[in-house]
């Protein structure tokens, strides 16, 4: 017997987990992660629609079988009060980025057309550097940093994931 | 009526039904200790928190309470860790109350501290930091629940030191609230239909008790299905004394050390109901090779634990006696006698290989592990140590009443023997408690001699000695060419340092002594250490090598003709 086929193709998951926003549950929640030896990609926290009830999204790299511990692991946290994977449902997902590009009086105009074709934005101008704000998937920020990249990137400072079931389906209802 | 925290921390414990508490005191859990003689709680006071731990386990494994230990911060908690660690592994109720530095000095590296509940995220249940006094009643009542419901484990209260001398008004929580923890107790009634199918159809079937029948105090649910389906039962480590182990249907460990038979049985059934049972790696060597035929049915009150280890094909969640009640009547009564008759053949093949301590004139730690067993007619709460001398108890001594065995299972700790012994007897003083340990693993925590006499329990320690870490010299024996870097160990006159602690101790060195010194302490109502000088170099077989299926073992030596 196994625990599951090893031929199996990891790939990437979104899972939505509900916690109460107290004081080392973070670093509970991050600790799981590295000592089940999970693969995060990438792991955000901020308020949810509740007070007292934080929102974490998490991408992990994994099978099946793997997925399936992840989850259960999270639930036995007692912080965590709900987790759901995502990743086959209709969902909307978003990454923010703001991003500090070197420019001179000559690029800027070129600098400013791209961040239009992309629609994002300019939000701070400096006479050697632009900041440019994006939201949008994961590939779409990926596309306008390589694009942004010959300019000579100064800083950048990305979300990652946060996603949401479309529809009236909401990710924190009860099973 | 306006209480201070350590006022309402013993108030808490008190409502809890704690009489007894392990712990060392220290600067910062001082206050607490002060208000400790006007609470109706017996304090043991250890020798090392390490030992606390420990004890605070061996009463939980041997009550089924919740057991409580007590520290102060820094080192007082560090050294609470293995202990917090062993319980954990072994899902055993400890609340584990530490001494915190106030918070006005919390987190400036001040004088004993440590983030303890940073240092025991990994290996509790759930912990608590108090810096509040209006948060202390009700983490004590949510850790006594969390610790307690569910698979049980360990739970940590760190206090600082102001929280404990500020006051307020005392209101115990009625009940707790925890939206992130709602244990399932009963199977699905589905999945029990489904799983009574596949019993009723199999043809080669065997039920594997682990901790999870001790637990939930499931021995007569689980002797009832063995006997009504005519299911042979296999136990973990920690699952020995399910089952009365001279039953029939009993065969006993599987595993890394189990019988030959055992494992033939696991290895060709075509099922398996694991109950309360992880399908951990000393009993399953390889997940890949282990119970290659067999469908399985998983029984565990803990989701996680399902398809953590192997593939499972019917899960069931819930309390194994919830469950197994509910199987009971879906289960149809039956018999397998050409499995049980195969069974039995495997099993008098290995048996009559087993002759060797028997005919030996040498002190061999079978020949005094199957003593024991006779003195105490097998109905003694043992409580072994880590190592060879844990393998030689789990193959010689039967048990016959179930709980009756407690090891660190899952963490191997060894030290653990002695003040476990000394939780478990505190806690049940009508049992006669017997050690085995090794005498690598009693020096670790043989400190704890001196709370044995202070507290006067009258526990009989049997040290099985022969100068090594002998596990680890078997294995360099075995796959280390016989570099045996580490392993050989010296130690005091074993007998005399009993003496020294005012403990009655023995010295067998000859075959012939050893009934004679087994009577002898039985009979003395009083703590009694005999050194067994055993066969120094003496392997535990059968032995499962480490990647390979359980089937192949290296066996006991054939007959001798």
Same mark, same amino acid.
């Given at each position: 017997?196994?625990?599951?086929?090893?031929?199996?193709?990891?790939?990437?998951?979104? @899972?939505?987990? @509900?916690?109460?926003?107290?004081?080392?549950?973070?670093?509970?929640?991050?600790?799981? #992660?590295?000592?089940?030896?999970?693969?995060?990609?990438?792991?955000?926290?901020?308020?949810?629609?509740?007070?007292?009830?934080?929102?974490?999204?998490?991408?992990?790299?994994?099978?099946?079988?793997?997925?399936?511990?992840?989850?259960?692991?999270?639930?036995?946290?007692?912080?965590?009060?709900?987790?759901?994977?995502?990743?086959?449902? %209709?969902?909307?997902?978003?990454?923010?980025?703001?991003?500090?590009?070197?420019?001179?009086?000559?690029?800027?105009?070129?600098?400013?057309?791209?961040?239009?074709?992309?629609?994002?934005?300019?939000?701070?101008?400096?006479?050697?550097?632009?900041?440019?704000?994006?939201?949008?998937?994961?590939?779409?920020?990926?596309? @306008?940093?390589? !694009?942004?990249?010959?300019?000579?990137?100064?800083?950048?400072?990305?979300?990652?994931?946060?996603?949401?079931?479309?529809?009236?389906?909401?990710?924190?209802?009860?099973? | 009526?306006?209480?201070?925290?350590?006022?309402?921390?013993?108030?808490?414990?008190?409502?809890?039904?704690?009489?007894?508490?392990?712990?060392?005191?220290?600067?910062?859990?001082?206050?607490?200790?002060?208000?400790?003689?006007?609470?109706?709680?017996?304090?043991? $006071?250890?020798?090392?928190?390490?030992?606390?731990?420990?004890?605070?386990?061996?009463?939980?494994?041997?009550?089924?309470?919740?057991?409580?230990?007590?520290?102060?911060?820094?080192?007082?908690?560090?050294?609470?860790? =293995?202990?917090?660690?062993?319980? &954990?592994?072994?899902?055993? /109720?400890?609340? +584990?109350?530490?001494?915190?530095?106030?918070?006005?000095?919390?987190?400036?590296?001040?004088?004993?501290?440590?983030?303890?509940?940073?240092?025991?995220?990994?290996?509790?249940?759930?912990?608590? @930091?108090?810096?509040?006094?209006?948060?202390?009643?009700?983490?004590?009542?949510? &850790?006594?629940?969390?610790?307690?419901?569910?698979?049980?484990?360990?739970?940590?209260?760190?206090? &600082?030191?102001?929280?404990?001398?500020?006051?307020?008004?005392?209101?115990?929580?009625?009940?707790?609230?925890?939206?992130?923890?709602?244990?399932?107790?009963?199977?699905?009634?589905?999945?029990?239909?489904?799983?009574?199918?596949?019993?009723?159809?199999?043809?080669?079937?065997?039920?594997?008790?682990?901790?999870?029948?001790?637990?939930?105090?499931?021995?007569?649910?689980?002797?009832?299905?063995?006997?009504?389906?005519?299911?042979?039962?296999?136990?973990?480590?920690?699952?020995?004394?399910?089952?009365?182990?001279?039953?029939?249907?009993?065969?006993?460990?599987?595993?890394?050390?189990?019988?030959?038979?055992?494992?033939?049985?696991?290895?060709?059934?075509?099922?398996?109901?694991?109950?309360? $049972?992880?399908?951990?790696?000393?009993?399953?060597?390889?997940?890949?090779? #282990?119970? /290659?035929?067999?469908?399985?049915?998983?029984?565990?009150?803990?989701?996680?634990?399902?398809?953590?280890?192997?593939?499972?094909?019917?899960?069931?969640?819930?309390?194994?006696?919830?469950?197994?009640?509910?199987?009971?009547?879906?289960?149809?009564?039956?018999?397998?006698?050409?499995?049980?008759?195969?069974?039995?053949?495997?099993?008098?093949?290995?048996?009559?290989?087993?002759?060797?301590?028997?005919?030996?004139?040498?002190?061999?730690?079978?020949?005094?592990?199957?003593?024991?067993?006779?003195? $105490?007619?097998?109905? +003694?709460?043992?409580?072994?140590?880590?190592?060879?001398?844990?393998?030689?108890?789990?193959?010689?001594?039967?048990?016959?009443?179930?709980?009756?065995?407690?090891?660190?299972?899952?963490?191997?700790?060894?030290?653990?023997?002695?003040?476990?012994?000394?939780?478990?007897? %505190?806690?049940?003083?009508?049992?006669?408690?017997?050690?085995?340990?090794?005498?690598?693993? #009693?020096?670790?925590?043989?400190?704890?001699?001196? $709370?044995?006499?202070?507290?006067?329990?009258?526990?009989?320690?049997?040290?099985?000695?022969?100068?090594?870490?002998? !596990?680890?010299?078997?294995?360099?024996?075995?796959?280390?060419?016989?570099?045996?870097?580490?392993?050989?160990?010296?130690?005091?006159?074993?007998?005399?340092?009993?003496?020294?602690?005012?403990?009655?101790?023995?010295?067998?060195?000859?075959?012939?002594?050893? =009934?004679?010194?087994?009577?002898?302490?039985?009979?003395?109502?009083?703590?009694?250490?005999?050194?067994?000088?055993?066969?120094?170099?003496?392997?535990?077989?059968?032995?499962?090598?480490?990647?390979?299926?359980?089937?192949?073992?290296?066996?006991?030596?054939?007959?001798?003709?």
């Amino acid at each position: 017997m196994s625990t599951g086929p090893q031929s199996e193709t990891y790939s990437r998951r979104t @899972l939505v987990a @509900l916690m109460e926003d107290k004081p080392g549950v973070l670093s509970n929640v991050s600790n799981l #992660f590295r000592r089940r030896n999970y693969n995060i990609e990438s792991l955000t926290v901020g308020h949810s629609e509740t007070p007292g009830i934080s929102r974490m999204t998490v991408v992990v790299n994994a099978n099946d079988a793997v997925v399936e511990q992840v989850i259960k692991q999270l639930h036995k946290l007692i912080s965590v009060t709900k987790v759901t994977d995502i990743t086959d449902d %209709v969902a909307v997902i978003r990454e923010l980025a703001l991003i500090k590009v070197h420019c001179t009086s000559s690029t800027r105009g070129e600098i400013k057309q791209l961040v239009d074709i992309f629609r994002a934005q300019i939000i701070d101008v400096s006479p050697e550097s632009m900041t440019v704000e994006i939201t949008g998937t994961e590939d779409k920020v990926d596309s @306008l940093v390589n !694009m942004l990249r010959p300019f000579g990137l100064k800083e950048m400072a990305r979300t990652g994931r946060v996603a949401m079931s479309r529809g009236a389906t909401n990710t924190n209802d009860s099973d | 009526m306006k209480l201070n925290g350590a006022q309402i921390l013993w108030e808490c414990l008190v409502r809890e039904g704690v009489d007894v508490v392990f712990g060392i005191t220290g600067g910062a859990i001082m206050p607490v200790y002060h208000e400790l003689p006007n609470y109706p709680v017996r304090h043991v $006071t250890m020798r090392h928190e390490q030992a606390a731990a420990h004890a605070a386990d061996g009463y939980a494994r041997a009550t089924g309470k919740v057991g409580v230990c007590m520290s102060t911060s820094g080192p007082g908690a560090t050294n609470l860790v =293995t202990g917090i660690a062993t319980a &954990a592994m072994d899902s055993s /109720p400890i609340v +584990a109350i530490t001494g915190q530095v106030s918070t006005s000095v919390l987190g400036s590296d001040s004088f004993q501290e440590t983030d303890i509940t940073g240092i025991t995220m990994p290996i509790t249940k759930h912990n608590y @930091l108090v810096t509040d006094i209006g948060d202390l009643a009700r983490a004590v009542k949510e &850790a006594f629940y969390i610790a307690s419901s569910g698979r049980p484990g360990p739970v940590l209260i760190d206090i &600082a030191k102001d929280v404990q001398l500020a006051e307020t008004e005392f209101e115990y929580p009625a009940e707790v609230n925890l939206p992130g923890f709602k244990p399932h107790l009963h199977g699905n009634a589905r999945q029990i239909r489904q799983a009574a199918l596949m019993i009723n159809q199999a043809k080669e079937p065997l039920l594997i008790a682990g901790r999870g029948i001790i637990i939930s105090r499931a021995s007569a649910e689980l002797r009832e299905l063995a006997e009504k389906a005519q299911i042979p039962v296999v136990t973990t480590l920690l699952g020995k004394s399910s089952l009365p182990e001279t039953h029939p249907l009993c065969l006993g460990m599987g595993g890394m050390h189990g019988e030959a038979f055992t494992n033939y049985a696991l290895q060709t059934a075509d099922l398996i109901v694991g109950i309360g $049972t992880r399908f951990d790696d000393r009993l399953t060597s390889t997940a890949e090779t #282990f119970a /290659p035929k067999a469908k399985v049915i998983h029984i565990d009150i803990d989701p996680a634990e399902i398809g953590k280890r192997v593939r499972v094909d019917l899960p069931i969640v819930g309390d194994a006696r919830n469950v197994l009640s509910q199987l009971l009547p879906l289960v149809e009564s039956g018999g397998h006698p050409d499995w049980i008759e195969r069974i039995e053949e495997w099993r008098a093949e290995a048996r009559a290989r087993d002759v060797v301590w028997q005919e030996s004139d040498a002190l061999l730690p079978q020949y005094v592990i199957r003593s024991i067993w006779e003195v $105490t007619k097998g109905d +003694a709460l043992m409580v072994s140590d880590v190592g060879q001398n844990q393998m030689w108890e789990a193959q010689y001594y039967l048990h016959q009443r179930p709980c009756s065995l407690i090891s660190s299972g899952g963490l191997g700790t060894m030290g653990f023997a002695v003040p476990a012994a000394i939780g478990a007897a %505190v806690g049940c003083p009508e049992r006669d408690v017997w050690v085995v340990a090794g005498d690598g693993g #009693f020096q670790m925590t043989c400190q704890e001699l001196a $709370t044995i006499v202070q507290e006067g329990l009258p526990i009989k320690i049997n040290l099985l000695n022969n100068g090594y870490l002998g !596990m680890v010299r078997q294995w360099q024996e075995l796959f280390f060419q016989k570099n045996y870097s580490g392993t050989p160990i010296s130690g005091p006159d074993f007998a005399k340092f009993a003496q020294a602690y005012g403990i009655h101790g023995i010295t067998v060195e000859k075959r012939g002594e050893v =009934t004679e010194a087994l009577r002898q302490a039985q009979a003395m109502d009083a703590p009694v250490l005999i050194d067994f000088r055993i066969e120094r170099e003496h392997n535990v077989l059968p032995m499962v090598p480490s990647g390979e299926p359980i089937d192949k073992m290296i066996r006991r030596p054939a007959v001798r003709h």
